[in-house]
């Protein structure tokens, strides 16, 4: 006759066949039996975060803190200058704070605007040159008429899975 571990094996190969042809799936004996652990898929891999992400979280703590985009977004054309002064206090403020807690800003030049301000480089993306500039483009200073900005050092919070950042804020609705 057969041993006894092969007749044991053929029934657990006959009970998962029907199982598997009719469930679609093993029993949980023949799991055990078999010492078998159940495979969980893995996690889908997170989305990459682009520049546009982030700028849209800047954006979003900008408008949740400080509601700069509600003032960038209304009609200021009927408001008396005194009233657009009044508003624009607590935007700037609020905004200005959180900008400070996301990023380190600091001036390209730091120098006095309206002064001359001799050039050390001549790096395009960092600065500007404008009026009277030679064909060569070679040019030793000049007015400081901006002293740009520049992000030394970025901290956002990292994005939630499925938060969807193009809505900086989401709409409210009171319920009474």
């Not at 042809?21 to 989305?47: D, I, R, Y």
């Not at 050039?119 to 040159?129: H, K, Y």
Request: with cysteine; aromatic share 6%.
């Amino acid at each position: 006759m057969y041993p006894k571990n092969v007749v044991s094996r053929i029934t657990l190969a006959f009970r998962s066949f029907f199982a598997i042809l009719t469930t679609g799936k093993l029993p949980e004996s023949v799991v055990t039996a078999l010492n078998l652990q159940k495979k969980t898929p893995p996690a889908p891999p997170a989305p990459k975060a682009t520049p546009a992400d982030g700028a849209m979280q800047i954006l979003g703590l900008l408008q949740r803190e400080g509601r700069l985009v509600d003032f960038f977004m209304e009609d200021i054309a009927g408001y008396a200058d005194d009233q657009v002064g009044a508003a624009v206090r607590p935007i700037h403020e609020s905004s200005r704070k959180t900008l400070a807690r996301v990023c380190k800003l600091t001036p390209v030049i730091d120098g006095v605007e309206g002064t001359y301000t001799k050039l050390i480089s001549m790096d395009t993306s960092a600065v500007r040159v404008l009026g009277k500039v030679a064909a060569n483009q070679t040019v030793e200073g000049g007015t400081l008429r901006h002293r740009g900005w520049r992000a030394d050092k970025v901290n956002l919070p990292p994005i939630a899975r499925g938060e969807d950042v193009s809505v900086l804020a989401p709409a409210e609705i009171e319920v009474e």
